[in-house]
Protein backbone atom coordinates (compact mmCIF):
# COMPACT_ATOMS: atom_id res chain seq x y z
CA UNK A 1 0.00 0.00 0.00
CA UNK A 2 1.80 3.31 -1.10
CA UNK A 3 1.88 6.24 1.22
CA UNK A 4 -1.50 8.04 1.88
CA UNK A 5 -3.11 5.75 -0.57
CA UNK A 6 -6.97 4.87 0.17
CA UNK A 7 -7.84 1.27 -0.17
CA UNK A 8 -11.43 0.36 -1.63
CA UNK A 9 -13.51 -2.86 -2.13
CA UNK A 10 -17.16 -3.78 -3.57
CA UNK A 11 -19.51 -5.53 -1.11
CA UNK A 12 -18.42 -8.94 -1.14
CA UNK A 13 -14.73 -8.06 -1.38
CA UNK A 14 -14.31 -9.65 -4.49
CA UNK A 15 -12.91 -6.30 -6.27
CA UNK A 16 -10.16 -4.68 -4.30
CA UNK A 17 -8.11 -1.46 -5.22
CA UNK A 18 -6.16 1.27 -4.21
CA UNK A 19 -6.40 5.12 -5.00
CA UNK A 20 -3.71 8.03 -4.36
CA UNK A 21 -5.20 11.16 -3.83
CA UNK A 22 -5.54 14.43 -4.73
CA UNK A 23 -8.75 14.02 -6.01
CA UNK A 24 -10.03 16.58 -8.52
CA UNK A 25 -13.43 16.76 -7.05
CA UNK A 26 -15.94 15.35 -5.15
CA UNK A 27 -19.79 15.80 -6.47
CA UNK A 28 -23.52 14.81 -5.95
CA UNK A 29 -24.88 14.22 -8.98
CA UNK A 30 -28.80 14.23 -9.01
CA UNK A 31 -29.68 13.04 -12.84
CA UNK A 32 -31.80 10.41 -13.79
CA UNK A 33 -28.92 8.57 -14.58
CA UNK A 34 -26.93 8.42 -11.91
CA UNK A 35 -30.21 7.90 -9.73
CA UNK A 36 -31.11 4.56 -12.06
CA UNK A 37 -27.58 3.21 -11.85
CA UNK A 38 -27.00 3.67 -7.46
CA UNK A 39 -30.72 3.19 -6.80
CA UNK A 40 -30.58 6.20 -4.16
CA UNK A 41 -31.51 9.95 -4.39
CA UNK A 42 -27.84 10.54 -5.73
CA UNK A 43 -24.78 9.56 -6.38
CA UNK A 44 -21.82 11.34 -4.68
CA UNK A 45 -18.24 10.95 -6.68
CA UNK A 46 -15.35 11.49 -6.95
CA UNK A 47 -12.71 12.03 -10.06
CA UNK A 48 -8.79 11.71 -10.12
CA UNK A 49 -6.70 10.82 -13.11
CA UNK A 50 -6.96 6.74 -14.11
CA UNK A 51 -3.00 6.83 -13.34
CA UNK A 52 -3.91 7.21 -9.53
CA UNK A 53 -5.62 4.03 -9.49
CA UNK A 54 -4.79 0.01 -8.96
CA UNK A 55 -6.66 -2.78 -8.75
CA UNK A 56 -5.43 -5.17 -5.92
CA UNK A 57 -7.78 -7.90 -6.77
CA UNK A 58 -10.85 -9.40 -8.21
CA UNK A 59 -10.04 -7.28 -11.57
CA UNK A 60 -11.65 -10.16 -13.77
CA UNK A 61 -14.83 -10.21 -11.78
CA UNK A 62 -15.78 -6.03 -13.08
CA UNK A 63 -18.53 -5.92 -15.43
CA UNK A 64 -18.33 -3.18 -17.69
CA UNK A 65 -21.57 -1.46 -18.83
CA UNK A 66 -21.72 1.97 -21.21
CA UNK A 67 -24.73 3.06 -22.00
CA UNK A 68 -25.76 3.14 -25.31
CA UNK A 69 -26.29 6.96 -26.62
CA UNK A 70 -24.59 8.21 -23.81
CA UNK A 71 -21.34 10.50 -24.28
CA UNK A 72 -19.37 8.79 -21.01
CA UNK A 73 -22.08 7.30 -18.96
CA UNK A 74 -21.40 4.03 -17.60
CA UNK A 75 -21.18 1.90 -14.50
CA UNK A 76 -18.65 -0.85 -13.46
CA UNK A 77 -19.93 -3.20 -11.14
CA UNK A 78 -18.87 -6.49 -9.26
CA UNK A 79 -20.07 -9.13 -11.33
CA UNK A 80 -20.99 -11.19 -8.03
CA UNK A 81 -22.42 -8.54 -5.74
CA UNK A 82 -23.37 -6.34 -8.29
CA UNK A 83 -21.91 -3.00 -6.02
CA UNK A 84 -20.82 -0.43 -8.05
CA UNK A 85 -16.74 0.25 -8.87
CA UNK A 86 -14.84 2.89 -10.15
CA UNK A 87 -14.72 3.70 -13.61
CA UNK A 88 -12.36 4.96 -16.11
CA UNK A 89 -14.61 7.05 -18.51
CA UNK A 90 -14.29 6.34 -22.19
CA UNK A 91 -12.40 8.65 -24.15
CA UNK A 92 -10.87 9.45 -21.08
CA UNK A 93 -7.93 9.20 -18.35
CA UNK A 94 -10.41 10.30 -15.88
CA UNK A 95 -11.36 7.66 -13.00
CA UNK A 96 -14.78 8.32 -11.47
CA UNK A 97 -14.59 6.62 -7.92
CA UNK A 98 -17.85 6.03 -6.39
CA UNK A 99 -17.40 7.84 -2.34
CA UNK A 100 -19.00 4.62 -0.95
CA UNK A 101 -16.48 2.24 -2.90
CA UNK A 102 -14.31 3.45 -0.24
CA UNK A 103 -13.12 2.08 2.84
CA UNK A 104 -11.78 5.34 4.73
CA UNK A 105 -12.92 8.80 3.99
CA UNK A 106 -11.20 10.86 1.18
CA UNK A 107 -8.82 13.89 2.39
CA UNK A 108 -11.87 16.50 1.09
CA UNK A 109 -15.62 16.94 1.33
CA UNK A 110 -18.66 17.25 -1.38
CA UNK A 111 -18.21 20.63 -3.31
CA UNK A 112 -21.29 20.69 -5.60
CA UNK A 113 -24.57 19.13 -6.31
CA UNK A 114 -25.10 18.76 -9.94
CA UNK A 115 -28.12 18.45 -12.21
CA UNK A 116 -30.10 20.18 -9.33
CA UNK A 117 -32.96 20.58 -11.72
CA UNK A 118 -33.31 16.67 -12.37
CA UNK A 119 -33.14 15.47 -8.95
CA UNK A 120 -36.22 13.70 -7.25
CA UNK A 121 -39.18 15.13 -5.01
CA UNK A 122 -37.74 13.05 -2.66
CA UNK A 123 -33.93 14.00 -2.72
CA UNK A 124 -32.18 15.54 0.41
CA UNK A 125 -31.72 19.07 0.88
CA UNK A 126 -28.63 20.77 -0.55
CA UNK A 127 -26.90 21.13 3.14
CA UNK A 128 -25.87 24.43 1.72
CA UNK A 129 -23.46 23.08 -0.70
CA UNK A 130 -23.85 24.97 -4.35
CA UNK A 131 -26.07 24.02 -6.55
CA UNK A 132 -26.10 23.79 -10.00
CA UNK A 133 -29.04 22.99 -13.16
CA UNK A 134 -26.70 20.79 -14.88
CA UNK A 135 -23.17 20.70 -15.06
CA UNK A 136 -21.75 24.08 -14.10
CA UNK A 137 -20.63 26.37 -17.21
CA UNK A 138 -16.94 26.13 -16.05
CA UNK A 139 -16.53 22.48 -16.37
ZN1 LIG B 1 -18.36 -8.01 -5.01
ZN1 LIG C 1 -25.26 11.82 -12.63
Known amino acids: MAEGSIQGACLCGTV ?3 IDP ?5 I ?3 CSRCRKSSGTGHATNLT ?3 TQLRWLSGE ?6 ELPGAKAFGKWFCRHC ?3 LPRVRRNSTLVVIP ?3 LDAPPPMA ?3 HIFWASRAPWACGSGGLPTHAEYPDSW
Open 22 to 26: PFQKM
Open 82 to 84: GAP
Open 48 to 50: ADA
Open 60 to 65: DAIGRY
Open 16 to 18: RFE
Open 99 to 101: AGS
Open 110 to 112: PTD
Open 28 to 30: HCH
